[in-house]
């Protein structure tokens, strides 16, 4: 099974407003990644938080840490349209490898 | 600079045959990772490859295979393809594939067998 788990598995919501997605994570970890996926194309890396970080903001984007629950959260601030995608939590295990979550297919209308 | 790029974008294969799929990373990346993405598994990690060496490698029969050349570019056959191989392999390449290290990703190539 994957490593990480998202929730919710599907979000909509209207262009301009919010959206949290969350993750969790079953072992320790020295930092989580955040990626999205446009609809069946590659992954796009949005921003790494370690495990010593509490919370990390980029542009629109937050994403929050509690290793005590291994969890995370990201936070998408001001929805647009184009935001519309799969979001997936990634946990780094060894060279070159991450396990991935299954993901929350986000749908922003506009 | 160019990101990663894979070849084929779209493949269509009958099962028992063989397939090579192709990954160009980055210009001055070392490190090349495979993964298996389906609607029903998610994101599987193959392997990984760095200085033509595979120093990792994920819960997939043998069947999977990959190589590395001296200019870091990287294939990945199947062989024997079943039903269930259908899926968008994925390539992602990194500098160093230092564990944390960003993963750059290509487009992928979709798989059908049929």
Known sequence: SQQGEED??????????????????????????????????????????????????????????DTSKKSSSLLITASRAADTASYFCATPRGAGKSTFGDGTTLTVKP | ???????????????????????????????????QQTPGQGLQFLFEYFS???????????RFSGRQFSNSRSEMNVSTLELGDSALYLCASSLEGQEGEKLFFGSGTQLSVL
């Open chain 1, 8 to 65: 919710p598995q599907a979000l909509s919501i209207q262009e301009g407003e919010n959206a949290t997605m969350n993750c969790s994570y079953k072992t320790s970890i020295n930092n989580l990644q955040w990626y999205r996926q446009n609809s069946g194309r590659g992954l796009v890396h949005l921003i790494l938080i370690r495990s010593n970080e509490r919370e990390k903001h980029s542009g629109r984007l937050r994403v929050t840490l």
């Open chain 2, 1 to 35: 600079k160019a990101g990663v790029t894979q070849t084929p974008r779209y493949l269509i294969k009958t099962r028992g045959q063989q397939v090579t799929l192709s990954c160009s990373p980055i210009s001055g990346h070392r490190s090349v990772s495979w993964y």
């Open chain 2, 52 to 62: 033509e060496t595979q120093r990792n490698k994920g819960n997939f029969p043998g």
